[in-house]
């Protein structure tokens, strides 16, 4: 069976999701899959008499370009629920970043939001022109057990030239030494083993793409993950960021968001999220933290 057996792509003929379109449709080029087409605006364009006959004729334009298996669906008007419907019977949700937050939609966050919250299927927020095949991959780790299950699906998903293994150490655990009273030496040296052993996992975890040691790097970042996500994205130029969602607690959720939605939100490349299990272990079921440093009185 394919890797990627069929492809939902979502579009309001903005310039962000045409983009999001034409790279839908490299896509389903690139792993022999069919595309499927839905209209969804937030607001009614009234200059579009018929969105739906518009989109027939789009999903006509790509399958001629790409030679590919094309179908517009004709559901119309669309909510958020219809899509994630849709999306149960896709392997891959692709959408644009113009969905803005409301008010009215305090609770849910954006449209964007909710999408790559609740989808079972991964999630690729398109923010760039597609002229290519992804050739630079950054994948965002956090050294859980599911970690090797995120870089083998960036792996198969993206065929990269470069990929790139990035950690952030959360800054949480250096703040609660800080409130211990920990000496500054004890936790300048405390940062320095938690990156050495973050280092040595992600190179433990290069063994998990096909090509080991080919074109692969890895980075240690300190801060937000998301945060420290998007700058190395930016740093490295990467052209596609690949990132695993977990089910955040809902006040997490209302007052921050998940890693992975701020990621979606903050990247300037395109970011692909890939739901997790929600019984995956927990980091230090495969990788021990660093041996907190003693408490020292001044």
């Given at each position: 069976m394919a890797f990627i057996d069929s492809i939902l792509a979502?579009?309001?003929?903005?310039?962000?999701s045409e983009c999001a379109l034409d790279r839908a449709a490299l896509?389903?080029?690139q792993h022999g899959a069919p595309l499927r087409l839905m209209y969804f605006a937030e607001e009614p364009h009234h200059y579009l008499t018929d969105p739906v006959a518009r989109?027939?004729?789009?999903?006509?334009?790509?399958?001629?370009?790409?030679?590919?298996?094309?179908?517009?669906?004709?559901?119309?008007?669309?909510?958020?629920?219809?899509?994630?419907?849709?999306s149960r019977s896709s392997g891959l949700l692709v959408v644009g970043p113009q969905w803005r937050r409301n008010w009215k939609w305090f609770f849910l966050g954006t449209r964007l939001d909710q999408l790559v919250r609740e989808s079972r299927c991964p999630v690729l927020v398109v923010r760039q022109a597609a002229s290519r095949d992804y050739a630079d991959v950054l994948v965002a780790v956090d050294l859980s057990p599911r970690s090797r299950e995120l870089i083998g699906f960036a792996?198969?998903?993206?065929?990269?030239?470069?990929?790139k293994l990035f950690h952030a150490i959360n800054s949480v655990a250096d703040s609660r030494l800080?409130?211990?009273?920990?000496?500054?030496?004890?936790?300048?040296?405390?940062?320095?083993?938690?990156?050495?052993?973050?280092?040595?996992?992600?190179?433990?975890?290069?063994?998990?793409?096909?090509?080991?040691?080919?074109?692969?790097?890895?980075?240690?970042?300190?801060?937000?993950?998301?945060?420290?996500?998007?700058?190395?994205?930016?740093?490295s130029r990467a052209e596609l960021v690949v990132v695993g969602m977990r089910q955040a607690s809902t006040l997490a959720r209302l007052l921050v968001g998940s890693v992975a939605q701020r990621l979606a939100r903050w990247a300037e490349g395109d970011v692909l999220v890939v739901p997790l299990s929600r019984n995956a272990e927990s980091a230090?079921?495969?990788?021990p933290p660093a041996r907190a440093p003693s408490r020292s009185c001044p």
């Open positions: 979502i579009t309001d003929f903005s310039a962000p896509l389903a080029s989109l027939a004729q789009r999903a006509r334009q790509l399958a001629r370009r790409h030679g590919i298996r094309v179908h517009a669906l004709h559901r119309h008007p669309v909510e958020v629920g219809h899509i994630l419907e849709e792996s198969q998903f993206a065929q990269a030239s470069s990929v800080r409130l211990a009273d920990v000496t500054p030496e004890a936790r300048q040296a405390w940062r320095v083993d938690s990156r050495l052993r973050a280092r040595e996992r992600l190179l433990q975890l290069t063994r998990t793409l096909r090509s080991p040691g080919s074109g692969v790097e890895v980075q240690v970042g300190n801060g937000d993950p998301a945060y420290q996500a998007a700058v190395e994205q930016q740093a230090s079921a495969l990788s």
